[in-house]
Structure formats: C-alpha cells, structure tokens
C-alpha cells in the first residue's frame, strides 16, 4: 500500500495551478512626437506581464507562439516594418525559450497617405501567448489608437539600445566545422548573448553555446531549419545591454555540405524537429509531409522506429522526398499537445502523412512497413486510405477500447508483468477453485480501479487546463523515478537476493490468503502503471474518442473501464476456468530459476526508464546521483537478504533490518529531494 500512495503523491505533483485570466496588460500607443500626413510614423503594442509570466520573442525557442497584431484595414495607412527589442533567455527544466517580461513594447512603422486630414483611428486584435511554471495561456485583445494629423499627441519614448534593428547592424564571418558553426565574433563590440532571429540553431545549442574569446562555436545538431533557408543573422547583446544585428557571411563551399539536416547515427533516414511552422512551410511547396509523433518514455514509439530501417519504406521516403517531421512529446509540449486534438487523439504514438488538398492519413498505433508504404503511396496518387477516424456507435468504441486493451498485454512494456503472472497461475495449479477465482477477481479489480482512477486523474487535470493524455505521467520525472526504483528492488528480489515475500509480485505468501489476495490486487495496480508507455492497435483511437470533448464523463470512465477489462480478460479467464491451469507444470525449484530469469525483463524496463528520464529532465548531475543511488538500493537489498534472514540471530537480523532500511530511505529521500523543477 506505501508503494500505491506513493505514486498517488507523485502524480500530485502534476497537478498545475487552476486557469486564471489574462495576467498581461495589453494597449496600443504612439511613439511618434509628430503626426503628418504623407509620413512615417511608429506606434507601439505594449505589453506588461504580472510577476513569474512571458511572453515569446519572434524566434520562440523550443516552444510557444510570439504575440501577433491584426490590423483593422484601413485605406490612409501603409503599415511597413515591424522592430523587436531584443529577448532573453528562459530555461524551464530543460524547454529553452527566448521570451519578455515585465513590460516589452513592439514596434509597428506605418506611413499616413498624402491626402489624410483629421483624426486617423487605427485598430487591431492583440493575439499573445502568456506562460508561468504552471501552463501557458492563449489571449486575445482589441485594441486601438486615434492620432491626430498635424496635432498634438501623447507619445511614449523608447530606448532604441534595446532595438537591433535601429542600431547600426554589423557582419561576422563564419565557417561550418562539424556540424558546428563557428563564428568570428567582432571583439570590439564585446557581444556577451546572440539569439539567432530563426531558428537554424536549436533553443538547446544557443544556451550552450561556447563563447570564447575571439568566436563563438553553436552546434548545428536537432537545428529545426537548415542554414541555407534564409539569412543567417544574430540579435547580440553587448555588456552594456545594447542589442546589435549580426549578419553571419559564410564560406560556400563549407556551407553546401553542412547546412542540411543530417541523420543521427543509428537512423538512415533524415528527421527535422516538427514545428508548425515547419510543417506549414513544407506544405506550401507542396511538400508530402510524414509526422512522427513519439516520447522516449513510448515504448511503442520505440519498437514503430524499426520500420525507418525497412530499405523499401526508406526508397519511397526518399523518392518522392518526403519531409520527415519528428514532434518528440518527451517533455511537456503545449503546442504538440494542442496538434494531437486536431487529430482527436490525447496520446501517442500518432503517424500521419499530409498533403495540400486532401484530408490527413493517419496511420495505425503499432506500425508496419507495409502501411507506411501504403500511406505515402495513397498521399503521392491521391488514392483513398481508410482512416482510423471512421464514425462508430458508441458500443463499438467500447469494444476497440476492451480489445486494444486485450492486445496491450503482448506490448513490450506489459512484459515484466507477463512473468509475474505466469508465476502466480503456476502457483495456485494446486489450490482450491476458490482461492484462484478469489485472485483473478482481485487482479481484475485492481487493473479496472486504476484505469478509473487513470482516467479520473487525466479528468481533473484537462479541466485544470493542463495538456494531458495516455501515459502523461510518464512525463514525469518523480513518478519514472519511482518506477525505476520498483522494478530494480524487485528485480534483486526475483534474483533471491533477499526476500519481499513472493506476494508481492503476485504470489504472497502461501500460507497466508489475505497477504496473497492483497498481492493479486497489487499486481493488477502494478501492471496498469507499467503499461500506459504502451499502446495497440485501436488503443489510441480510442482513447482519443473517450478523452473527446464532445464525451460525457460517464462515457469517459466506461471506455477506461472496458480497457481495463480488456487488459486483464486472459488472467480472469482462467481464473474462471481453473482447470485450464492443471495444463501447467506443478510448482518445483524450477520455479526458483524461472524467477531469475524474470529478472531479466525487470532490469530491462529498469533500463529504459533511465534513458527516459535522461530525456525528461537536462539536469545530468541528478542522473548521476540516481546511478549511485542504485547502488545503495542494491546495497540495502543485499545487507537485507545477507544478514536479515530468519535463520539469522535476533541481534544480526535487528541491525540488518535498520541499516538496510536507513539506506534505502537515506536514498529515496534524498533523490526525489533533488528533482529538478
């Protein structure tokens, strides 16, 4: 029971703050002291953000949307530049953006046509995007302006030192090295900060970029656009906070060969970070467009990559030259999340291939070669594809809910829990009909609980307005931590390292019915947590059909329910039908040995929750300690099961029992006390 309420408390920390309204206060205003007509002039769109709120620079970094102003059309005016004050640089636990707070003004230059007289009233709708630690929050405002030509007018002044654009711009030299670029900064000018106006340099390259004393060196590695689609140019920052436009002039020889994005080592084909507008870009060339939705935590997603190595999907990719998007959900991304509803969908993975003037292909949730080729095929003869959007009673949603459920258990991720359960059938061959149909009910009651209490959770979260969906929790970090730590003392204790009572994997002990009832509940609770990294086919769609906004709560926990039943169905078959298990060996000590080689998959989950977390959170000094941490886990175990055994004296078995548990509390305490925020 401490392990469930201990990812009860860690869920919590997901829990955002509630939605307020807009914490930026938004006005137009004239930055010009003379109004003529026939002349230019420049008005202002202020912004002042409420303390720990931003705003986004026209580059945004990682993610967000930068304010925007729709004018009103009005025949006296033609508006012409746009000029940004320079950003600076935000790091929210590994999403890099380049942002404004506290108050900002953007500056618009228009010119008054020759023959306008009067008062001239300019108007527009303010659209911004305002962030905290808690989310991020679309706005919009109307706002307006009267100017009177040849009067007097109210005007605000602006420090020019903040605008690169109005300051005299200068030009740097530089040259591609692998895959970095380096430039030769203007000693002179003692330029501290550069922030690229777009984003041929990833949010993550600019904040760790070298500054050393006559260059500056960027990696050029995840860049969202290559160098050669556009100018390559800086907003720097001096020492004295003056900002300067840098234009970066570059060798073309060295350029040909390093601007375009290259393929990571293990992966033939070559993936751009999606963005919307890298997406919308590719579109308008009428580019066929394929997007990976996918997390490091999504185990599914990993095993769906093995089809980027087929050479036939690899040949029609690059035939008909295929952009390849990879929008990578590992971190919480407001602006994926809000690209996944256009799809209906509130998890990944998601595969889609898009084309001007013809509706999205999306493709199934476990993919193959063969629907890959299908999907690019279908898109380039604008072919019809069937699409896993069909319309369906809400009785067959049921249905896909409660088979995708079925299927999740032949998904990597429900593998560890795989062993267990073929231990705890194995165990009861020989017991009372009661006694395994008791079980198998408590194993199911355990999965259905926790898919409600899953499905509860994402609730309350979306109405809180956060970005949720089908393994969020997976986002972070505390709870992959918790897992992690679970399945390494289990795997010691599968190992016979030291004892847990084989109840708590599914199989308490024997002489104890209650202790074995509470193991097959835990073991549903259990395998329900280890499986939301995964999905199957028909899961996604249907989880996006139960997480509708058009579904009604009740719909909502049903479809969660028939999941559930779903997942556990083949465990509560047999436990209807026990005589099925006679078929199975008598328990033995070969059973010892099938335990340890369910370790295996124990350590392997283990494994691969630490590479996500690696992509969950930047902070490289915690995965250390979360290594060494492991060590003192497996340390604890091994005092435990060395020294605490009942053959022990009461003396030795005493101090093992408190050693290993300082250790092992010594250690919780202090990693999760160091989660980065």
Excluded at 46 to 71: M, Q, R
């Amino acid at each position: 029971m401490r392990i469930l309420a201990l990812c009860i408390l860690l869920l919590g920390r997901l829990m955002p703050a509630t939605w307020a309204a807009a914490h930026t206060e938004v006005e137009l205003v004239n930055l010009s002291p003379s109004v003529e007509a026939g002349q230019s002039f420049r008005v202002g769109l202020k912004f002042k953000c409420e303390p720990n709120y931003h705003i986004y620079w026209k580059n945004v970094g990682d993610a967000g949307t930068p304010p925007s102003l729709n004018w009103k059309e009005n025949p006296n005016v033609k508006l012409g530049n746009t000029y940004w004050p320079g950003p600076h640089l935000l790091d929210q636990k590994g999403v890099i953006n380049f942002v404004y707070s506290d108050e900002t003004i953007i500056v618009f230059e228009g010119k008054f046509s020759p023959a306008t007289t009067g008062q001239i009233k300019l108007e527009g709708l303010a659209e911004w995007l305002e962030c905290n630690e808690s989310g991020c929050y679309p706005q919009e405002k109307e706002v307006s302006l009267s100017l009177n030509l040849g009067g007097k007018n109210n005007h605000k002044e602006i420090d020019s030192k903040y605008y690169a654009d109005l300051n005299p711009a200068v030009t740097a030299v530089g040259r591609i090295n692998d895959n970095h670029l380096i430039v030769d900064a203007p000693e002179k000018l003692g330029l501290k900060k550069w922030y690229p106006e777009r984003p041929f340099i990833s949010a993550w390259a600019v904040a760790a970029a070298q500054y050393l004393p006559n260059k500056i060196n960027f990696n050029l590695h995840d860049a969202p656009e290559p160098l050669s689609a556009g100018p390559i140019s800086f907003v720097a920052q001096t020492a004295q906070g003056k900002f300067i436009k840098v234009n970066v002039k570059l060798n073309t020889e060295e350029t040909a060969t390093a601007s375009e994005p290259t393929p990571l080592a293990d992966d033939p084909l070559i993936w751009q970070p999606w963005s919307i507008e890298a997406q919308t870009k590719a579109l308008n060339k009428d580019k066929i467009v394929y997007i990976d939705f996918t997390a490091r935590w999504c185990a599914t997603c990993q095993v769906n990559k093995r089809v980027y190595h087929d050479d036939d999907v690899i040949k029609i990719l690059n035939k008909n030259n295929v952009v390849l998007l990879r929008a990578d959900w590992t971190k919480k991304d407001s602006a994926i999340s809000t690209e996944l509803k256009k799809y209906n969908r509130e998890g990944i993975p998601l595969n889609v291939v898009l084309k001007n003037q013809r509706d999205p292909i999306i493709l199934s949730e476990a993919l193959t070669s063969k629907e890959v080729i299908n999907g690019i095929e279908a898109a380039v003869f604008n072919q019809p594809y069937k699409s896993s959007e069909a319309s369906h009673p809400f009785w067959v949603w049921l249905l896909l809910a409660m088979g995708g459920g079925f299927i999740l258990n032949l998904m990597p991720c429900v593998f560890p829990m795989i062993g267990i359960k073929i231990l705890t059938f194995v165990n009861d061959a020989g017991a009372k009909t009661k006694t395994i149909l008791v079980h198998g009910l408590l194993y199911t009651s355990g999965v259905i609980i926790s898919f409600i209490g899953l499905s509860i959770l994402i609730l309350v979260l979306k109405n809180t307005g956060s970005a949720v969906g089908w393994g969020f929790q997976m986002q972070s970090a505390g709870f992959v931590l918790a897992t992690v730590l679970l399945m390494v003392i289990m795997g010691w204790s599968f190992l016979g390292l030291f004892e847990i009572g084989s109840g708590f994997a599914g199989t308490l002990a024997q002489s104890n019915q209650s202790s074995g009832s509470w193991g097959a509940f835990l073991s549903g609770v259990l395998a329900t947590a280890v499986a939301t990294p995964c999905t199957a086919p028909g899961l996604g769609a249907a989880i996006g059909f139960a997480l509708d906004s058009h579904r009604t709560n009740v719909e909502t926990i049903s479809l969660f329910i028939a999941m559930g039943l779903g997942m556990a169905s083949p465990y509560l078959f047999l436990s209807f039908f026990p005589k099925l298990t006679r078929f199975l060996p008598k328990p033995g000590a070969w059973m010892e040995t099938l335990k340890k080689v369910l370790a295996l998959p124990l350590f392997a989950y283990a494994a691969y929750l630490l590479w996500v977390l690696n992509g969950i959170t930047s902070s490289t000094h915690w995965i250390r300690d979360i290594y060494i941490g492991l060590v003192f886990i497996s340390l604890s175990c091994y005092v435990f099961g060395k020294w605490g055994a009942v053959h022990q004296a009461v003396k030795t078995r005493k101090i093992a029992v408190w050693t290993s548990a300082i250790l092992l509390v010594a250690t919780l305490v202090y990693l999760f006390s160091q989660i980065p925020n």
